[in-house]
């Protein structure tokens, strides 16, 4: 699964690496090393502009930030987008939640690196055996773009001009782990390289099938892995240090 990341990359960065209009962009976010679910990322998403003296009819990219945990447009409660934070790459083009977002709603999540917790040797309190967090992140890169979905939630509750009448969620879509991950956790988040962003984010994309094919876990041998501060463990925390390299007890 991918349940925390850390988002670092400036808005003038993205706006680059993805070409897309400054007037396209939401405002500029922190760098947020502790990114969980429920809280706001920057994401990469195309939509057709409803402004007609624009008089475009063709797709632009846009940079929002998005809340992390998928809200169904049908949802009757939004909260349910807290446990909706990933989608299965075998079947987000049929599960209720998330089919109609795979067939036009599609995302790209740009990240820097993600956490995974291992199980170690030692126990804690609750008798249980702590576990210890790795950061994962490209080895020649210094950006992981994620294949993700999103969707809008109306808040029928407050008028169509009210801040909260629209609530714009994602989730990030994963996969069985490659052989260099697989050994800390099961799941890994799925990517899109460059080549596939075009069709990727394109909504008049409606072939699953396709879509399906545009995506695919980071390459073996493309990511680099190692042992992290448990500070992480505590979403309260953020900063440069939690992304930093330990020794653990193995090291020596």
């Given at each position: 699964?991918?349940?925390?990341?850390?988002?670092?990359?400036?808005?003038?960065?993205?706006?680059?690496?993805?070409?897309?209009?400054?007037?396209?962009?939401?405002?500029?976010?922190?760098?947020?090393?502790?990114?969980?679910?429920?809280?706001?990322?920057p994401?990469?998403?195309?939509r057709?502009?409803?402004?007609?003296?624009?008089?475009?009819?063709?797709?632009?990219?846009?940079?929002?930030?998005?809340?992390?945990?998928?809200?169904?447009f049908?949802a009757?409660d939004p909260?349910?987008?807290?446990?909706?934070?990933?989608a299965?790459?075998?079947?987000?083009?049929?599960?209720?939640?998330?089919?109609?977002?795979?067939?036009s709603?599609?995302?790209?999540?740009?990240?820097?690196?993600?956490?995974?917790?291992?199980?170690?040797?030692?126990?804690?309190?609750?008798?249980?055996p702590?576990k210890q967090?790795?950061?994962?992140?490209?080895a020649?890169?210094?950006?992981?773009?994620l294949?993700?979905?999103?969707?809008?939630?109306?808040?029928h509750d407050?008028?169509?001009?009210?801040?909260d009448?629209?609530?714009?969620?994602?989730?990030?879509?994963?996969?069985n782990?490659?052989?260099?991950?697989?050994?800390i956790?099961?799941?890994?988040p799925?990517?899109?390289?460059p080549?596939?962003?075009?069709?990727?984010?394109?909504?008049?994309n409606?072939?699953?099938?396709?879509?399906?094919?545009?995506?695919?876990?980071?390459?073996?041998?493309?990511?680099?892995?190692?042992?992290?501060?448990?500070?992480?463990?505590n979403?309260?925390?953020n900063?440069?240090?939690?992304?930093?390299?330990?020794?653990?007890?193995?090291?020596?």
């Amino acid at each position: 699964m991918c349940g925390r990341y850390a988002s670092t990359k400036s808005r003038s960065t993205l706006l680059e690496t993805f070409e897309i209009d400054p007037d396209r962009a939401d405002l500029e976010m922190a760098p947020d090393y502790n990114v969980a679910p429920t809280k706001t990322s920057p994401v990469v998403i195309a939509r057709v502009p409803k402004d007609e003296a624009e008089d475009q009819t063709q797709p632009q990219r846009q940079l929002r930030n998005l809340k992390w945990g998928l809200t169904p447009f049908w949802a009757k409660d939004p909260k349910i987008g807290s446990r909706m934070i990933n989608a299965r790459a075998e079947t987000v083009h049929e599960k209720p939640a998330y089919r109609q977002s795979f067939k036009s709603r599609r995302a790209i999540i740009p990240i820097s690196g993600f956490y995974e917790w291992f199980p170690t040797d030692e126990v804690g309190k609750s008798g249980k055996p702590l576990k210890q967090p790795y950061y994962i992140h490209p080895a020649e890169t210094d950006l992981l773009p994620l294949a993700g979905i999103y969707d809008f939630w109306r808040n029928h509750d407050v008028p169509d001009d009210d801040p909260d009448a629209w609530l714009v969620t994602f989730s990030v879509i994963t996969t069985n782990s490659t052989d260099d991950v697989g050994h800390i956790h099961d799941r890994m988040p799925m990517s899109v390289t460059p080549e596939n962003w075009a069709d990727w984010l394109d909504p008049a994309n409606t072939d699953v099938d396709y879509a399906r094919t545009l995506m695919a876990p980071p390459a073996p041998g493309s990511l680099d892995i190692y042992p992290v501060s448990k500070a992480v463990n505590n979403v309260r925390n953020n900063g440069e240090d939690l992304v930093k390299p330990i020794e653990t007890e193995g090291d020596h």
